[in-house]
């Protein structure tokens, strides 16, 4: 039992390692040359992202430049080709504010000038703001120090979002400046329509971190103002990057600069979008490797499980057939032991014959003497011939026994001869006469008369039945009981009963009764090789063994025996003496 | 023994071989008693001796001896005495031993220990045997 379990154990450690190599090799290969491949392909995945984003960007700030450009040479063109004096006159002034709006409908929502000090010295727009001074503002600081100037968005006096744009020229000696207000809302239509993906849109910074372009909720600029900030990005025409967000959101970001630095165009769009498609077939791939991977599991275990199987089905083979071999063994070793009793007992029954005659002639001669006159009258003559009797009778009683002891011992080989059944059984039946009484069983006997000679060797079936009747005693050790015993002619054959009226054998036993091993007496009792040698026994000679049992009723071993001739019956070469 | 009268006359002389003294002397006590004239031999080599000296009508030969295998001595007898009538003592269970022993001349074989009277029987049947034969 113990070497089944360390057996089945020793299995399934086999089938762990054979599952774990077959495992390895199959995954492995797949999973690098997966993961390699993703790696690339999400490089030049992101490369490619990059690169759009960046084009992207560089297209805006063409745009965006084109416009601001557009604007000032505009009017440039307009300061240029009109001389001072006209364009301070609000009349003129408001002329040409038409034809500009005529020409860009409502890209100028306003044009003034302004002359040296600060002053608006002529205006044409829906605003009233003749006469205003802009001597304070950063923006009029700003343009009368450039030809040419862009404010940043701001509010002013109107109190919308607003920038203007200035040429500065000079009349007598002094500058002035021609301004234009641009119309936010056109100027935001250049970025606010913008989107890239799902997630992406565009804006624009100042330095400040103030948007230049419609505000936008999702974005704080100061913070990704202190990141360009720090990243330098401010002195590059253009860079990208990716930064996590207060949100915890990975955001990726492609920055231009306009205006010279002053102003920041800035294309977002979420990670997870922008790289949406790549995580798609990262998923994808994934979901293949794993599938595959479990197929190659699956596949292991059932190829794995088939191999051991098979494994464990030659071990068991080897098994069977090593314990047949231990049994052939055993059995070999069981006649030679009986062998060796045999011949000791027949010493000692040699030994024992000679006293023994000598006791009895003794006794015989004492009785000779007692039939002498003298002795007639003795007053003890009666006693004495009881006792010489009961000499007698005991001495002959040594004879039997020493007589028997020395038939068993002349039947120790396993040599094929010519036997009578009942005569055997006879003799089993004195020789275990001693057990069965002190088991309280009672042996009966049925036994046909005239029944044919068999060919078998005495000593082996004398085992069998030896076998029989010891177990049928061990059986009823408890209660007692009567064991049967039948011998009958049956067709060709004869058939031996050896029932008893037992406990019985509960049927989940009846079928292993034969096995090699298979006791259910308590443990240094019995072999569990009695049955099975019995079986051998029976089935080499070409009979055959059943056992029938009914619970609390007993138990019937059927042997038959075929009623073969000599030459039938394989030789064993087992010598007795 | 009604049977036995006329030998009464002429007792019958009864040579008894065996290596166990004490079984040789019961028997031969026993015997005498009922009338049989009895010599005694512990060896096959007191047989021989004794033979050379009287004649003897039957013998009781003892096969398992120590000094000389039973089978070896009863063809010397035969050889000495041709007229003498043999019969053997065997343990139990040596049929073949017994069987050779009749094959070189033995009259027939008991089985060791055997019933006096069995043995008287078959001493007298083995004379009356030689007697008519």
């Given at each position: 039992?113990e070497?089944?379990k360390?057996?089945?154990?020793d299995?399934?450690?086999?089938?762990?390692k054979?599952?774990?190599?077959?495992?390895i090799?199959a995954?492995?290969?797949?999973?690098v040359?997966?993961?390699?491949?993703?790696?690339?392909f999400?490089?030049?995945?992101?490369?490619?992202?990059?690169?759009?984003?960046?084009?992207?960007?560089?297209?805006h700030?063409?745009?965006?430049?084109m416009?601001?450009?557009?604007?000032?040479m505009d009017i440039?063109?307009?300061a240029r080709?009109n001389?001072?004096?006209?364009?301070?006159?609000?009349v003129?002034?408001?002329?040409?504010f038409?034809?500009l709006?005529?020409?860009f409908?409502?890209?100028?929502?306003?044009?003034?000038?302004?002359?040296?000090?600060?002053?608006?010295i002529a205006y044409?727009?829906?605003?009233?703001?003749?006469?205003?001074?802009?001597?304070?503002?950063?923006?009029?600081?700003?343009?009368m120090?450039?030809?040419?100037?862009i404010?940043?968005?701001?509010?002013?006096?109107r109190g919308?979002?607003?920038f203007?744009?200035t040429?500065r020229h000079e009349?007598?000696g002094?500058?002035?400046?021609?301004?234009a207000?641009?119309?936010f809302g056109e100027?935001?239509n250049?970025v606010?329509?913008?989107r890239?993906?799902?997630?992406?849109f565009?804006?624009?910074l100042?330095?400040?971190?103030?948007f230049?372009t419609?505000?936008t909720?999702?974005?704080?600029?100061?913070?990704?103002v202190?990141?360009l900030?720090?990243d330098?990005?401010?002195?590059?025409?253009?860079s990208?990057f990716?930064?996590?967000?207060?949100?915890?959101?990975?955001?990726?970001?492609?920055?231009?600069?306009?205006?010279n630095?002053?102003w920041?165009?800035?294309l977002?769009?979420?990670?997870?979008?922008?790289f949406a498609?790549?995580?798609?077939?990262?998923?994808i791939a994934l979901?293949?490797?794993?599938?595959?991977?479990?197929g190659?599991i699956?596949?292991?275990f059932?190829?794995?499980?088939?191999?051991?199987?098979?494994?464990?089905?030659a071990?068991?083979?080897?098994h069977?057939?090593?314990?047949?071999?231990?049994i052939?063994?055993?059995?070999v070793?069981?006649t030679?032991?009986?062998?060796?009793?045999?011949e000791?007992?027949s010493?000692?029954?040699h030994?024992?014959?000679?006293?023994?005659?000598?006791?009895?002639?003794?006794?015989?001669?004492?009785?000779?003497?007692?039939?002498?006159?003298e002795f007639?009258e003795?007053?003890?003559?009666?006693?004495?011939?009881?006792?010489?009797k009961?000499?007698?009778?005991?001495?002959?009683?040594?004879?039997?026994?020493?007589?028997?002891?020395l038939?068993?011992?002349?039947k120790?080989?396993?040599?094929?001869?010519?036997?009578s059944?009942?005569?055997?059984?006879?003799?089993?039946?004195?020789?275990?006469?001693?057990?069965a009484?002190y088991g309280?069983t009672?042996?009966?006997?049925?036994?046909?008369?005239?029944?044919?000679?068999?060919?078998?060797?005495?000593?082996?079936m004398?085992?069998v039945?030896m076998n029989?009747?010891?177990?049928a005693?061990?059986?009823?050790?408890?209660?007692?009981?009567?064991?049967?015993?039948?011998?009958?002619r049956?067709?060709?054959n004869?058939l031996?009963?050896?029932?008893?009226?037992?406990p019985g054998?509960?049927?989940?036993?009846?079928?292993?009764?034969f096995?090699?091993f298979?006791t259910?007496?308590?443990?240094?009792?019995?072999t569990?090789?009695?049955?099975?040698?019995c079986?051998?026994?029976?089935?080499k000679?070409?009979?055959?063994?059943?056992?029938?049992?009914?619970k609390g009723?007993?138990?019937?071993?059927e042997?038959l025996?075929?009623?073969n001739?000599?030459?039938d019956?394989?030789a064993?070469?087992?010598?007795?003496? | 023994?009604?049977?036995k009268e006329?030998?009464?006359?002429?007792?019958?002389?009864?040579l008894?071989?065996?290596?166990?003294?004490g079984?040789?002397?019961?028997?031969?006590n026993?015997?005498?008693?009922?009338?049989?004239?009895?010599?005694k031999a512990?060896s096959?080599?007191?047989?021989f001796?004794l033979?050379?000296?009287?004649?003897?009508d039957?013998?009781?030969l003892?096969?398992k001896?120590?000094?000389?295998?039973?089978?070896?001595?009863?063809?010397i007898?035969?050889?000495?005495a041709?007229?003498?009538?043999?019969?053997?003592?065997?343990?139990?269970?040596?049929?073949?031993?017994?069987?050779?022993g009749?094959?070189?001349?033995a009259?027939?074989?008991?089985?060791?220990?055997c019933?006096?009277?069995?043995?008287?029987e078959k001493i007298?049947?083995?004379y009356?045997?030689?007697?008519?034969?």
């Open positions: 039992m070497e089944k360390s057996s089945s154990r299995y399934r450690s086999l089938l762990k054979v599952v774990f190599v077959i495992i090799t995954i492995t290969p797949t999973v040359v997966s993961m390699f491949i993703l790696n690339e999400r490089a030049s995945y992101q490369a490619k992202v990059y690169d759009h984003m960046e084009l992207l960007a560089r297209k700030k063409k745009n965006i430049d416009f601001l450009s557009e604007k000032l440039g063109w307009l080709s001389r001072f004096e006209e364009l301070s006159n609000s003129f002034l408001n002329q040409k038409v034809e709006q005529r020409a409908e409502r890209t100028f929502v306003d044009i003034g000038v302004v002359d040296h000090e600060g002053r608006q044409a727009g829906p605003y009233d703001l003749f006469g205003v001074k802009y001597s304070d503002t950063d923006w009029f600081k700003g343009a120090t450039k030809p040419y100037f404010s940043d968005v701001f509010k002013g006096l919308a979002p607003h203007i744009i040429v009349h007598q002094k500058p002035w400046i021609l301004r207000t641009i119309d100027f935001n250049l606010e329509y913008l890239i993906g799902k997630s992406g565009a804006f624009i100042n330095k400040n971190g103030d230049q419609e505000p909720s999702d974005v704080n600029p100061d913070e990704l202190k990141v900030k720090g330098n990005a401010l002195n590059r025409p253009s990208i990716r930064h996590k967000n207060q949100e915890g959101k990975e955001v990726l970001y492609a920055i231009t600069t306009l205006k630095g002053e920041i165009m800035v977002q769009q979420d990670v997870d979008d922008a498609e790549l995580n798609n077939a990262q998923k979901l293949i490797i794993l599938i595959g991977s479990l190659s699956a596949t292991a059932i190829v794995s499980n088939q191999l051991i199987k098979r494994i464990s089905m071990d068991e083979e080897k069977t057939a090593d314990k047949e071999k231990e052939m063994s055993q059995q070793i069981e030679g032991k009986l062998a060796s009793i045999g000791l007992a010493g000692i029954a030994e024992i014959n000679n006293p023994v005659a000598i006791m009895i002639e003794e006794a015989g001669w004492i009785e000779d003497l007692l039939e002498e006159e007639k003795g007053e003890n003559l009666e006693e004495f011939c009881r006792a010489l009961q000499i007698n009778t005991q001495g002959k009683r040594c004879k039997e026994i020493t007589h028997k002891l038939s068993f011992a002349r120790t080989d396993s040599r094929i001869a010519e036997i059944i009942n005569a055997l059984l006879e003799e089993i039946i004195y020789l275990s006469s001693q057990r009484k309280n009672e042996v009966r006997t049925q036994l046909e008369k005239n029944l044919p000679p068999v060919f078998a060797s005495e000593t082996e004398q085992q039945f029989l009747i010891n177990n005693i061990d059986a009823m050790e408890k209660t007692g009981g009567i064991i049967t015993l039948t011998s009958k049956v067709g060709d004869i031996v009963i050896v029932a008893d009226n037992g054998i509960a049927d989940a036993n009846l079928s292993r009764i096995d090699p298979y259910t007496k308590p443990v240094g009792k019995g569990g090789l009695g049955l099975s040698i079986y051998g026994i029976v089935k000679i070409g009979g055959d063994i059943q056992a029938h049992s009914v009723e007993g138990t019937t071993f042997i025996i075929p009623q001739t000599e030459a019956v394989p064993v070469g087992m010598k007795g003496d | 023994m009604s049977k006329d030998t009464l006359s002429t007792p019958l002389r009864l008894l071989i065996d290596d166990e003294v079984y040789v002397n019961v028997l031969a026993r015997l005498s008693k009922r009338t049989f004239q009895v010599g512990n096959g080599a007191e047989a001796q033979l050379r000296q009287k004649d003897f039957v013998a009781v003892d096969l001896m120590e000094d000389m295998d039973g089978i070896e001595i009863l063809k007898l035969k050889k000495m041709p007229e003498l009538v043999v019969i053997m003592l065997t343990g139990h269970g040596s049929a073949e031993a017994a069987r050779e009749i094959s070189q001349g009259y027939d074989y008991l089985t060791k220990p019933e006096l009277t069995e043995l008287i007298n049947e083995a009356a045997q030689r007697s008519t034969g």
